[in-house]
T-cell receptor, first 110, second 114 residues
């Protein structure tokens, strides 16, 4: 069974703080995606990383794919209340399925 | 970006009835669609993979006779929960994929079985 472990599970911070979410696995993925999901809605794609060592930036969000394509991180700079949500990483296998991480629930207080 | 819709967004039904959920890709043709289930405060669990014109592939532990999937066209897949029971209550989410690893998700359907 492929597992994608995310840490931390929960994160509660003040507006303006920085944070990093980690996504780790023993499996190698052809690509990895990060999603954000708000209550009662479907996940919204933030980014797809494909190449080992790749770094992508989306405004205050920085995503990194591990060199071995087994892990990834999401760093948020100067978090804002609008960043609140469930963050999910998902690794793509050669079988075309996505394996979702365990999720990180982020709460940013004003 | 690619848009995927689901209908209905929520449904309440009596135990023993069947419920059909539709998933449509609105602005692209999806080679593959996926159905997920999500319990409160948990991540998504893949139920089945659906390819147009062929039988769905179910994940281990998912009853194919309980969760019927029909992928009638490149833009429509349906999930029917047959003889629903309270333990089937959940948030069901579909996604659609075309020619890359990226999946685009629908807004989800909340099913409550009384």
């Amino acid at each position: 069974t492929q597992l994608l472990e995310q840490s931390p599970q929960f994160l509660s911070i003040q507006e303006g703080e920085n944070l990093t979410v980690y996504c780790n696995s023993s499996s190698v993925f052809s690509s990895l995606q990060w999603y954000r999901q708000e209550p009662g809605e479907g996940p919204v794609l933030l980014v797809t990383v494909v190449t080992g060592g790749e770094v992508k930036k989306l405004k205050r969000l920085t995503f990194q794919f591990g060199d071995a394509r087994k892990d990834s991180s999401l760093h948020i700079t100067a978090a804002q209340p609008g960043d609140t949500g469930l963050y999910l990483c998902a690794g793509a296998l050669r079988t075309d399925k996505l394996i979702f991480g365990t999720g990180t629930r982020l709460q940013v207080f004003p | 970006g690619a848009v995927v819709s689901q209908h209905p967004s929520w449904v309440i039904c009596k135990s023993g009835t069947s419920v059909k959920i539709e998933c449509r890709s609105l602005d692209f043709q999806a080679t593959t669609m996926f159905w997920y289930r999500q319990f409160p405060k948990q991540s998504l669990m893949l139920m089945a993979t659906s390819n147009e014109g062929s039988k769905a592939t179910y994940e281990q532990g998912v009853e194919k006779d309980k969760f019927l999937i029909n992928h009638a066209s490149l833009t429509l897949s349906t999930l029917t929960v047959t003889s629903a029971h309270p333990e089937d209550s959940s948030f069901y989410i579909c996604s659609a994929r075309f020619n890359t690893d990226t999946q685009y998700f629908g807004p989800g359907t909340r099913l409550t079985v009384l």
